[in-house]
């Protein structure tokens, strides 16, 4: 099996190195582009047998699969230059949550996957948000979610739920992290803890967390409990979250659906030059 890659950005590189790393891909498997081609050349140098391509057409003609991680934006004229080698054998994987699968099938007669990663998924590790177009075979399907497995745990999501899916998978990371950036500032302001040493125990904590909450049988609310014993600090600390986050993830939710919202009008207006029917969140 073949793979490319069109954007050999952060998210881009990121898939390449996790598959290869993870044996699910020989370089010799791989084709890639970047706009600037330095990065994928990068690449290139560092796994040897990559093969960077100087066309899209050139990797659309060496891959069985390939995925395009470039930003909303830069799908259209991209998705124009796919429409000029299209064949109806190709999977087209879009990993971009405002491009509905309606968009790519549209203007291509390949087979449309979306799947969203995370930068979890580097480690090979956490979720990746799979949704499949109406000409992806069963087979198909368990061929992304096999090359996904090496890398992800692959859960097969409906598209409207595409962007809470991704808040929780993707920005995920970026939302924990801030919050452990934060706690940490401030454990080094109050009690003049060294920065390393409570950025460690932080970060230690997360991962023990993590893997209590995927294989040691708590869900989140049980082990909030387990660690909050009645008249315990924990529990008066929880306390003071409980007030002060009132409604704060409400909002959140807000704000990423409307960006995409925004994103998905761009996109919608791009592909088809007309305005979007926008839910309200
Ligand atoms: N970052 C994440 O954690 C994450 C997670 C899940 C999904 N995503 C999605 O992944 C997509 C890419 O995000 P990113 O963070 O990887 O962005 P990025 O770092 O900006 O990467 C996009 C890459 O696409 C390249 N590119 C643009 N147009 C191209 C073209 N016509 N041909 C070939 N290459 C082209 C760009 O090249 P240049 O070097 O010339 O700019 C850039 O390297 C976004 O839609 C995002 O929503 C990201």
């Not at 003609?61 to 998705?79: D, Q, R």
Request: hydrophobic fraction near 40%.
């Amino acid at each position: 099996m073949k793979v490319g890659f069109i954007g050999t950005g952060s998210m881009g590189s990121i898939l390449i190195e996790a598959l290869i790393q993870s044996g699910a891909l020989e370089p010799e498997q791989v084709t890639a582009i970047n706009r600037t081609p330095q990065k994928a050349q990068l690449l290139a140098a560092q796994y040897e047998g990559l093969h960077v391509a100087s066309t899209i057409a050139e990797v659309i003609e060496h891959s069985h699969i390939v995925f395009l991680c470039i930003k909303p934006m830069e799908y259209k004229k991209v998705v124009d230059e796919i429409a000029q080698c299209d064949r109806p054998d190709l999977i087209l994987v879009s990993i971009t949550s405002p491009v509905l699968i309606e968009h790519l099938e549209s203007q291509l007669k390949c087979k449309i996957a979306k799947i969203i990663p995370s930068i979890t998924n580097y480690v090979w590790s956490g979720a990746s948000i799979g949704m499949y177009g109406s000409r992806i075979q069963t087979e198909d399907r368990l061929l992304l979610e096999q090359l996904m497995m090496s890398i992800s745990r692959p859960i097969q999501i409906s598209e409207e739920y595409t962007r809470i899916t991704s808040d929780l998978c993707s920005c995920g990371p970026a939302f924990i992290s801030f919050f452990l950036e934060k706690w940490v500032e401030a454990a080094v302001e109050v009690t003049g803890i060294d920065k390393k040493e409570a950025t460690r125990l932080a970060c230690e904590m997360v991962h023990g967390t993590g893997k209590l909450l995927t294989e040691g049988g708590f869900t989140p609310e049980q082990l909030k409990q387990r660690v909050a014993v009645p008249g315990g600090i924990t529990a008066e600390a929880l306390r003071l979250l409980q007030n002060q986050l009132e409604g704060v993830f409400h909002q959140l939710i807000q704000v990423t659906h409307a960006k995409y919202e925004e994103d998905l009008e761009k996109v919608h207006h791009v592909f088809y030059g007309q305005e979007v029917n926008r839910p309200q969140y």
